[in-house]
């Protein structure tokens, strides 16, 4: 294979050239597999270590309300927390990613993607590390929203940046890949808070403020590394001879310091010809305007997915923070250790949900919206089982039933979401979609760890009976729109367009 490379000294780039470039050269789906076999290597490992350490603290904020509660040293007892402060505190977080989650995003697309997705770890990490300092109910509720906007943009964050090195009909499984690290790190919250509450009061700290100490000190280490482990957008796919292609921190930072930030690409030479042939017609360097957002935004297929997402999460994160007071209530003999150890489980059957429906999934994509639908009624049978069953630890199987169904939904969801404004809207749509699925369809998260639960003090004494209807009335919700949205995209047209083609769509 002849290869020709040439540098840019201004603009401290590679520019890529060879046989492969010809329009009659196409690489084989065997040496492409190789290629993004050798992305994967480089790219899933980091992403999954980004969305475990972003994940953790919201699956620690929920076991720590309840550590070592007997001695009343639960952070819900040494700060003095109600039913109002905990479920205020819970709803400002999610408040941070509705308003934050598009504009963070967009700024993505402006910067080098691995620093900002390294930005976001390192803030996590610092926020959380100061938990330990909370003294007062308004200082748990200041940091909560505080938490939710410096992690606002890590899900849209991680698919737009797998849109920059794989293609569309790639995607679905490394998002999947990565996914998994959200079940894991809630799996792992309550193994992990069970060993902290060994450390209570050593040095004078409640096991909770050791949790958070050592977490948020790891979080920040590895968000240091990922500026050098996730490499930047691939500059050989993009014309780095016009001059309107330096992104805003080499506008803003002297260039030596732009330097220190370079990591290195991740495949020799002669894969990125391969890449490159496979990735040139496809691959845009994200450029947008307001009317592209707006665009996104009205188009009708968005609402949809925001919906379908609004149930599925919302039950999700009400699961995660108010898991273990579920748990509690049904069984008030329990120590704080058992409740955290017997949270893991839940997270466990949630990844076992993942690895084996959302292959299926991808396999039949045309049946996805049905699979997605499947599931989510597996998360009311368990919602049901945890409501009405008899026994405390029928009760808690069915908690096991409903994390097992919630696997699947949100990678289904996104997938879906990322597939259908790709082919409406392009690079754009994938971008702003994710953002604006994933921020509004929070809203489920406001309202079940607001509204429900420890928001509803009245329902305390039914064990939380209708909070979990509400949850159960949500996940109906999801369901109706994902079986309508085939059917809109049938009487919009969709299904008549070329099955590769991308168009843009203005409302």
Same mark, same amino acid.
């Given at each position: 294979m002849k290869e020709i490379v040439t540098a840019d000294k201004d603009l401290e780039s590679v520019r890529v050239s060879s046989d492969l470039e010809s329009p009659n050269i196409i690489p084989t789906e065997k040496q492409l597999d190789k290629v993004y076999r050798h992305l994967d290597y480089r790219i899933i490992p980091a992403l999954w270590c980004l969305y475990f350490l972003t994940s953790f603290g919201s699956s620690a904020y929920g076991t720590t309300l309840t550590m070592n509660y007997e001695t009343g040293h639960s952070l819900k007892a040494t700060l003095g927390l109600t039913a109002h402060h905990t479920s205020t505190a819970s709803a400002l977080y999610y408040v941070g990613y509705i308003i934050f989650d598009l504009p963070m995003n967009l700024v993505m697309t402006k910067v080098s993607p691995q620093v900002w997705l390294s930005r976001i770890v390192i803030s996590v990490g610092l926020v959380y590390s100061c938990y330990a300092a909370l003294t007062t109910p308004s200082g748990?509720?200041?940091?909560?929203?505080?938490?939710?906007?410096? !992690?606002?943009? /890590? &899900? =849209?964050? *991680?698919?737009?940046?797998?849109?920059?090195?794989? =293609?569309? @009909?790639?995607?679905? +499984?490394?998002? $999947?890949?990565?996914?998994?690290?959200? #079940?894991?790190?809630?799996?792992?919250? !309550?193994?992990?808070?069970? $060993?902290? #509450? +060994? *450390?209570? *009061?050593? @040095? $004078?700290?409640?096991?909770?403020?050791?949790?958070?100490?050592?977490?948020?000190?790891? /979080?920040?280490?590895?968000?240091?590394?990922?500026? &050098? &482990?996730?490499?930047?957008?691939? #500059?050989?796919?993009?014309? /780095? /001879?016009?001059?309107?292609?330096? @992104?805003? *921190?080499d506008k803003i930072l002297p260039r030596s310091i732009t330097k220190i930030f370079k990591s290195p690409q991740p495949l020799s030479l002669e894969e990125r010809d391969l890449h490159k042939a496979d990735m040139s017609n496809r691959y845009k360097d994200l450029s947008w305007t307001t009317k592209d957002v707006i665009n996104v935004i009205l188009d009708p297929r968005t609402w949809p997915l925001v919906l379908m997402y609004f149930g599925v999460v919302g039950t999700g994160f009400g699961l995660a923070v108010f898991g273990t007071t579920l748990i509690k209530a049904n069984n008030s003999s329990l120590s704080g250790i058992s409740i955290s150890l017997l949270y893991a489980p839940i997270w466990l059957f949630d990844l076992g949900g993942i690895l084996i429906v959302t292959p299926f999934a991808d396999r039949y994509k045309k049946w996805r919206p049905l699979f997605f639908s499947g599931s989510t009624l597996i998360i009311i049978c368990g919602m049901l089982v945890t409501t009405y069953a008899h026994g405390s630890w029928n009760r808690y199987a069915g908690l096991l039933i409903a994390g097992f169904g919630l696997g699947p939904t949100v990678p289904i969801c996104m997938t879906m979401a990322a597939e259908i404004m790709f082919k409406r809207h392009g690079d754009v749509g994938c971008a702003v979609s994710a953002a604006i699925v994933s921020g509004l369809g929070n809203l489920g998260s406001v309202t079940a760890t607001y509204a429900l639960y420890s928001g509803w003090p009245a329902d305390v004494a039914r064990l939380y009976q209708y909070s979990n209807m509400m949850l159960v009335l949500m996940l109906g919700v999801s369901i109706v729109a994902a079986l309508f949205l085939p059917l809109l995209r049938k009487w919009l047209g969709d299904f008549d367009d070329d099955e590769n083609k991308v168009t843009t769509t203005t409302f």
């Open positions: 748990i509720m200041a940091i909560r929203f505080i938490s939710g906007v410096c !992690g606002a943009g /890590t &899900w =849209p964050g *991680m698919s737009y940046y797998i849109s920059l090195w794989y =293609p569309e @009909h790639r995607t679905a +499984k490394r998002i $999947g890949y990565y996914f998994t690290a959200a #079940q894991l790190s809630a799996s792992a919250a !309550g193994l992990v808070s069970a $060993g902290f #509450q +060994k *450390m209570d *009061m050593v @040095h $004078g700290l409640e096991g909770w403020k050791w949790l958070y100490i050592v977490y948020g000190v790891i /979080t920040i280490a590895v968000g240091i590394s990922l500026v &050098w &482990w996730l490499p930047d957008r691939p #500059q050989y796919l993009v014309d /780095t /001879t016009d001059r309107k292609y330096v @992104h805003s *921190m």
